[in-house]
């Protein structure tokens, strides 16, 4: 890129605010011509525009958290596999391949190269989450792989479409080789046309100002955000900060922890995060690549530094992030990932936890610190095949000047949303009973915990669900004399009125009646509970987020008093 020299400041405020622009126009375009409701509902996926460098240059606002400015792999494999001048006008790439992407198999990444005057610029690229890549696994929660080749297709770097001519060959192989083919080719094309419309929108504005302008402003971005970022480490004491925790098992050896540890290295203006002492890699598929163990870190870091800033390159230069290979998050090549971000939230608030004691008016407690979801999955009465896959919110922990969020996704999801009730039975051949804050769910605090939720399926046909429960045994933490909150917990009741507790269960077959109920966690509370207003107890019970006996045990609460 140019010279900061060219860079004129209105004409860097242009291009900041479009590059952007470009990118959520790329997600609008997305949503609307996707198939599966993981995109178009759900918005699991990110859109964003790279250099030639595999740099971000833009991602869009609202892309989920981990995917944050991890593009750039991807497309980084395919400049080394091509060289920048292997890639044509009308190229179309597809990748998620494990070694490289360290995700599991679903998120798939759709790029094309940008031309302006016939030299590449850039490329524009979008990771989403397809509802099947073949492989055993089926929907999300499943615990059965010990390997990757297991877990479905794997894709390095290919071109789909060539100048322009689709790749037949590869195609066929995609569409005979997942179970909803018409989905996974849909998005595909989604994807492809988001890619397309990215690349045209960044040429255009190369057009009107030029390519030595336009990109002499990106580095002027990059250098005022890596300014501002560093501005805010640098007010963090500096010292070494350490913090453990750990998730409830691998879903295989139930008795075993998994440890989450992580160490934070504050100098000056620089931010290290080391994961070298996090658990070691699983047999099973809770695993990621090296990009799991980054992702974790730039969530937090991003959340501490820079909260209100889009996303780009310069946004991490700053982070330095130690993780060696072998670990739960920086599994080596063939390991099974399929359940890769199931550690990340727990490593985030580890994170965090780690640096409370330093930054004690900006720290929460914990919040519901894992993926929670379910996938249903099997056949309609008239023989087609479903899956519904969706995900749950819980509690966020209470913060420094108030209460937790209700009912919200786990940090590392951000902006996605659960799929509308009235969508979901419409589709699928359930009906969602109940879906409701859960009572007593949040840590008593001088600022409570957000609420989890109950949500309740009812099936109508034979199919079979996946649960996969974490924190349950080390709930949502409290801090600053903050309690703990309730932890997740999901009920399967029978149509002949049965009930059995599941933690972790993969392909659990359910009759017609059958329901299941899930629970989520809440968020751990700030402060001392005794610290809290009166006023504030006795709404949360007049609301039915806290019962009267847990409101006494608690806060010592007395309607009167409180009146």
């Known amino acids: 890129m140019s010279n900061n020299a060219q860079a004129h400041p209105i004409t860097v405020e242009v291009v900041r605010n479009s590059i952007v622009a470009y990118a959520d126009e790329m997600a609008n375009a997305l949503c609307k011509s996707a198939y599966n409701m993981m995109i178009y509902e759900v918005r699991d996926f990110c859109c964003g525009l790279i250099d030639t460098q595999g740099r971000m240059i833009s991602q869009n606002r609202g892309g989920l958290p981990i995917f944050l400015a991890d593009l750039g792999v991807a497309v980084e494999d395919g400049i080394k596999r091509y060289g920048l001048d292997g890639f044509k006008p009308g190229d179309v790439l597809i990748m998620n391949h494990g070694e490289v992407c360290g995700q599991h198999l679903n998120n798939v990444v759709i790029y094309c190269p940008c031309f302006f005057e016939g030299e590449i610029v850039g490329f524009a690229a979008s990771r989403a989450h397809w509802v099947d890549i073949g492989g055993m696994r089926i929907g999300f929660g499943s615990t059965i792989t010990s390997e990757i080749f297991a877990e479905g297709i794997q894709m390095r770097s290919l071109k789909i479409f060539e100048e322009g001519k689709r790749n037949d060959t590869l195609w066929q192989i995609i569409n005979d080789n997942v179970r ?36 002499a402003c990106i580095e002027k971005i990059w250098d005022q955000a890596d300014q501002k970022v560093r501005n805010v480490v640098a007010q963090i004491p500096d010292g070494v900060y350490t913090a453990e925790s750990a998730l409830d098992n691998d879903g295989r050896t139930l008795d075993k922890p998994i440890r989450i540890k992580v160490t934070v290295k504050i100098e000056g203006d620089k931010f290290t995060v080391d994961l070298s002492e996090m658990n070691p890699q699983t047999p099973g598929p809770l695993n990621s690549g090296e990009s799991g163990g980054i992702a974790a870190a730039r969530v937090a870091f991003k959340a501490l530094t820079s909260p209100d800033l889009d996303v780009n390159e310069g946004c991490f230069r700053s982070l330095n992030v130690v993780i060696p290979p072998g670990t739960i998050v920086s599994a080596k090549p063939g390991a099974a990932i399929g359940l890769w971000s199931i550690a990340l939230p727990t490593t985030i608030d580890t994170i965090l936890k780690a640096l409370a004691p330093a930054l004690p008016d900006v720290v929460p407690a914990a919040h519901k610190g894992d993926m929670g979801g379910c996938s249903f999955y099997g056949f309609r009465k008239d023989g087609s095949r479903f899956l519904l896959m969706n995900i749950f919110g819980g509690g966020w922990g209470g913060r420094p000047a108030e209460d937790g969020e209700d009912a919200s996704v786990s940090v590392c999801q951000g902006d996605v949303r659960n799929s509308p009730v009235e969508l979901q039975e419409i589709r699928y051949p359930v009906m969602v009973d109940e879906h409701a804050l859960r009572e007593n769910s949040g840590g008593a605090g001088k600022y409570r915990g957000g609420l989890g939720v109950r949500i309740t399926y009812r099936v109508l046909v034979p199919c079979k669900v996946t649960i996969n429960n974490e924190r349950t045994k080390i709930p949502p933490w409290g801090v600053h004399g903050g309690g703990d909150a309730a932890h997740n917990i999901s009920v399967i009741e029978s149509h002949n009125g049965d009930h059995r507790t599941v933690f972790k269960g993969t392909e659990i077959p359910l009759e017609p009646g059958d329901r299941v109920f899930f629970d989520t966690a809440g968020g751990g509370g700030y402060g001392k509970p005794d610290e809290r207003d009166p006023r504030a107890v006795a709404n949360d019970v007049a609301q039915g987020y806290l019962s009267p006996d847990l409101a006494r045990k608690y806060y010592n609460f007395r309607a009167q008093a409180a009146e």
């Open 180 to 215: 909803f083919p018409e989905a996974a080719l849909g998005d595909l094309r989604a994807q492809m046309a988001c890619a397309q419309l990215g690349a045209r929108r960044y040429a255009e504005l190369l057009a009107r100002y030029g390519r030595a302008t336009v990109e």
